[in-house]
């Protein structure tokens, strides 16, 4: 009796028994995938169906064209000026901003009596919407009233139509999307600092090491992660750069602000152009996707992880 007990196969489990962690992870998954695919993969394919056809007002397609949107988009010439306007800008804001914040961080680092008010201060554009910035800007670029022209006069130099010249309407934009940026990258700067070992600065010091010894073999490779994910961010941000351009300079003058962003902004809820303003967004994303993998491949190679 004891020897058929012992010869009894185990039950087999129920495919259903077996599946239970891969429901249960799913249950757990399924509001963020509810959530990506409502706001990101469903946009995103329409997005990529409708670069291939002529569309109504009301966005829905019309006429397939295949691929005649993008190349009308290449054949036009404020579509090739909104490409180099948004690599201008990105040249322009993107390594300043990262210099600047870091900087700030390791003044801010310091170990000094009321340091916190000034980590508060250099923190606290994060505290303010890409609006309301931009009304204060439009106020400070003002040709008349404006206190950087009110500047200029008092050095009695000639003042500048910071938004109305197109020479330098992309450089005000720019400046103002750096200062909105940097709190962001000041703070995770610092915190990036703040992690690093204190020993290792105290063997430097014990070596003989000086300040900028520490900081070009100490401070830089060990920070490299937290620079290499600011750097990363910072791009992919200045890319898709849209509020400060409404507010500022609707794209102008003669074009000259009118970056990418903006450029799909108005080819389709100005303009009723769908199709065209699909291509665009397209041609946007591959542009973010190329450079987001060379910064990886090139830009990863240099980074020193703890």
Not at 35 to 64: C, E, H, K, N, W
Request: proline share 4%; with cysteine.
């Amino acid at each position: 009796m004891k020897a058929d007990v012992a010869s009894t196969p185990p039950k087999q489990l129920g495919l259903w028994r077996k599946s239970l962690n891969a429901r249960t992870a799913f249950l757990y998954l399924f509001p963020s995938i509810l959530l990506f695919s409502v706001f990101i993969f469903y946009p995103m394919f329409r997005t990529i169906y409708l670069s291939f056809f002529l569309t109504d007002q009301q966005g829905a397609a019309a006429l397939f064209v295949g691929f005649e949107n993008y190349a009308y988009l290449f054949e036009s010439r404020e579509f090739r000026n909104s490409i180099k306007a948004t690599v201008l800008f990105v040249l322009y804001t993107v390594p300043t901003g990262v210099i600047i914040a870091l900087y700030l961080a390791l003044i801010a680092n310091e170990k000094l009596k009321g340091i916190g008010f000034f980590r508060t201060v250099y923190s606290s554009t994060m505290g303010i919407s890409v609006a309301a910035s931009s009304v204060v800007w439009l106020f400070l670029f003002h040709p008349s009233i404006g206190m950087f022209n009110r500047l200029l006069n008092v050095m009695n130099l000639p003042g500048v139509q910071w938004l109305l010249d197109p020479d330098w309407a992309l450089v005000s934009i720019s400046i103002s999307t750096i200062w909105m940026n940097i709190g962001f990258s000041f703070l995770i700067l610092l915190g990036g600092l703040q992690n690093i070992d204190e020993y290792l600065y105290e063997s430097a010091k014990i070596d003989g090491a000086g300040y900028w010894y520490q900081l070009r073999r100490i401070t830089i490779p060990m920070l490299s992660p937290t620079l290499f994910f600011i750097i990363t961010i910072s791009l992919i941000n200045a890319f898709q750069t849209f509020g400060q351009v409404d507010i500022l300079t609707k794209g102008g003058p003669s074009q000259a602000t009118n970056l990418i962003v903006y450029s799909i902004y108005r080819e389709a809820f100005v303009n009723y152009q769908f199709g065209t303003a699909s291509a665009q967004a397209v041609f946007l994303f591959i542009c973010i996707l190329i450079v987001t993998i060379l910064q990886f491949k090139l830009g990863e190679k240099k980074v020193h992880y703890q």
